[in-house]
T-cell receptor, first 114, second 114 residues
Framework: EPEVTQTPSHQVTQMGQEVILRCVPI?????FYWYRQILGQKVEFLVSFYNNEISEKSEIFDDQFSVERPDGSNFTLKIRSTKLEDSAMYFC????????????FGPGTRLTVT | AQSVAQPEDQVNVAEGNPLTVKCTYS??????LFWYVQYPNRGLQFLLK????DNLVKGSYGFEAEFNKSQTSFHLKKPSALVSDSALYFC????????????WGAGTKLIIKP
């Protein structure tokens, strides 16, 4: 069964450093998403991406965040200058369509900012 | 503001007994409702969804959920629990003002005891 994959599974970085989280969505899916979950809190939407552009973003997704689909398979989330409060589990997801289609999630990347 | 509530942090059920995991929502317009399950060190796995039509929807692993518009609820149920059902369960909703983002409940830990 096709699945969303994410790398790395765990990333430790120092405050102020740039990090890139990588995802490979399901191959025939057209819509891509990033969510995050800070420990002990709810899953929060960050951004959705379709046709090589951002289709929707939340207030969390400020100028320090960016997303890219550099080739036909990868989907990346970049955090330019990490802060302690960026420590969270980051989930990538993809879907065939919107709005009634379910989103399929990767296993997540745990980001720890020290 | 749109929101999802899962009033129970944890639900304990004996194996073989029926289980219910509760979810209520507050969104504008008609909601699209989803249940996901998370096993340790795994991503969020889609279980089932309600879009329209029959209020009782069936999903993976013998789970079902009942949409109740008057009570704004979407409770997850299973007639006979298995120990392997022990996991973290999340309810999510997409309101009419977004095609993309899911709004999540806090999750309910389901523990099935032999």
């Amino acid at each position: 069964e096709p699945e969303v994959t994410q790398t790395p599974s765990h990333q430790v970085t120092q405050m102020g450093q740039e990090v890139i989280l990588r995802c490979v969505p399901i191959s025939n899916h057209l819509y891509f998403y990033w969510y995050r979950q800070i420990l002990g809190q709810k899953v929060e939407f960050l951004v959705s991406f379709y046709n090589n552009e951002i289709s929707e973003k939340s207030e969390i997704f400020d100028d320090q965040f960016s997303v890219e689909r550099p080739d036909g398979s990868n989907f990346t989330l970049k955090i330019r200058s990490t802060k302690l409060e960026d420590s969270a589990m980051y989930f990538c997801a993809s879907s065939e369509g919107v709005p009634v289609y379910e989103q399929y999630f990767g296993p997540g990347t745990r980001l720890t900012v020290t | 503001a749109q929101s999802v509530a899962q009033p129970e942090d944890q639900v304990n059920v004996a194996e073989g007994n029926p289980l219910t995991v509760k979810c209520t929502y507050s969104v504008s317009g008609n909601p699209y409702l989803f249940w996901y399950v998370q096993y340790p060190n795994r991503g969020l796995q889609f279980l089932l969804k309600y879009i329209t039509g029959d209020n009782l929807v069936k999903g993976s692993y013998g789970f079902e959920a009942e949409f109740n518009k008057s009570q704004t609820s979407f409770h997850l149920k299973k007639p006979s629990a298995l120990v392997s059902d022990s996991a973290l369960y999340f309810c999510a909703v997409r309101g009419m003002d977004s095609n993309y983002q899911l709004i999540w409940g806090a999750g309910t830990k389901l523990i099935i005891k032999p």
